[in-house]
């Protein structure tokens, strides 16, 4: 998987698995509008034309961007909702797997294919990439009596497809630096959000955790 950047971090929490999404949308969420998508199209009047990218209220009904004042929303307020279109550059790639919960987090397909081969993986906004979503939407699907070639029909570009989950699948997003496989062998990997510090103390008090930085 890919996971969110230093400065994005991906939660850990526990959620449903309720929807597989074909050739979804992707809704901007505020803090990248804010702080990406509206300088943008300040910055460059095509930005939502090049990104593929649309304007529309609450009923779904397009908005003419040119119409809108955007230098005035540059911190909040925003009242209308940008997507980004389906389509092979979207950022959701070909499918999204929703466990709805309050950090607005989900595992998706990329159309970056290469940040997989990285050694460390932490490029994204929060969510989380999965390096093969036709692998993962098979195994969940697979209660639904859905077949390989339905699931491989429904990848290709087309509309947006909602299939709610008859059966729903719980999700838990952990965090370790350190475990131990089933051989024995012990694993270790960088805190890249230091977390660690915080659950040293929560698990052995604040002074042992300076005892133990000062005698690593």
């Not at 950047?5 to 809704?27: D, Q």
């Not at 999965?130 to 990848?155: F, G, Q, T």
Request: proline share 7%; hydrophobic share 35%; aromatic share 12%.
């Amino acid at each position: 998987v890919v996971v969110g950047k230093e400065v994005h971090e991906t939660a850990t929490f526990k959620g449903v698995l309720k929807y597989v999404v074909f050739n979804p949308y992707w809704v901007i969420p505020p803090g990248i509008l804010y702080n990406e998508i509206i300088p943008g199209v300040v910055k460059n009047a095509s930005y939502l034309k090049k990104h593929n990218m649309e304007v529309v209220d609450r009923s779904s009904k397009l908005i003419n961007p040119s119409q809108i004042a955007w230098s005035k929303y540059s911190n909040s307020g925003f009242p209308y909702t940008i997507r980004q279109r389906p389509g092979a550059n979207n950022s959701l790639g070909k499918v999204k797997f929703l466990f709805p919960n309050s950090f607005s987090i989900y595992l998706h397909d990329t159309p970056s294919r290469s940040l997989f081969s990285e050694e460390k993986r932490a490029f994204s906004h929060g969510c989380i990439r999965v390096s093969d979503p036709e692998k993962l939407a098979n195994y969940i699907l697979e209660k639904e009596n859905w077949s390989p070639e339905k699931v491989s029909k429904s990848l290709k570009p087309g509309k947006e497809l909602w299939v709610p989950l008859s059966t729903e699948i719980p999700v838990f997003i952990v965090y370790f630096t350190a475990w131990v496989e089933n051989d024995g062998k012990l694993h270790f990997r960088n805190d890249i959000y230091n977390r660690d510090r915080k659950l040293k103390e929560e698990l052995i008090g604040v002074d042992s955790v300076s005892v133990m930085a000062t005698f690593p």
